[in-house]
Nanobody, 120 residues
Framework: QVQLVESGGGLVQAGGSLRLSCAASGSIFSINVMGWYRQAPGKQRELVAEITSGGSTNYADSVKGRFTISRDNAKNTVNLQMSSLKSEDTAVYYC??????????????WGQGTQVTVSS
């Protein structure tokens, strides 16, 4: 009933930039936290960055200073601006949102993932 759709992935050279976007739709009362996770082959999915409805952010140490997360609460969207990309950033990136659908129901929603490949 809640859908997250990512866009913006692709192939870039090391040192380049990409901007990922994610839009949430469906039965949404509120979204406390939205974030981006990534999963490289053979590795566990890890948190890249997250942002609360109030604008507080949290970043993985590996991306601090290079990635910037932002959101538009009115549109239920979240973005991830990625700069100074490294080959280590290559992964499938997933949008995540903790969505309150009703006063009693909260779900953890995930997008389908978008591939980011950084050539070195």
């Amino acid at each position: 009933q809640v859908q997250l759709v990512e866009s913006g992935g692709g192939l870039v050279q090391a040192g380049g930039s990409l901007r990922l976007s994610c839009a949430a739709s469906g039965s949404i009362f509120s979204i406390n936290v939205m974030g981006w996770y990534r999963q490289a082959p053979g590795k566990q999915r890890e948190l890249v960055a997250e942002i609360t409805s109030g604008g507080s952010t949290n970043y993985a140490d590996s991306v601090k200073g290079r990635f910037t997360i932002s959101r538009d609460n009115a549109k239920n969207t979240v973005n991830l601006q990625m700069s100074s990309l490294k080959s280590e950033d290559t992964a499938v990136y997933y949008c995540n949102a903790r969505v309150r659908m009703t006063t009693w129901r909260e779900v953890d929603a995930w997008g389908q993932g978008t591939q980011v490949t950084v050539s070195s």
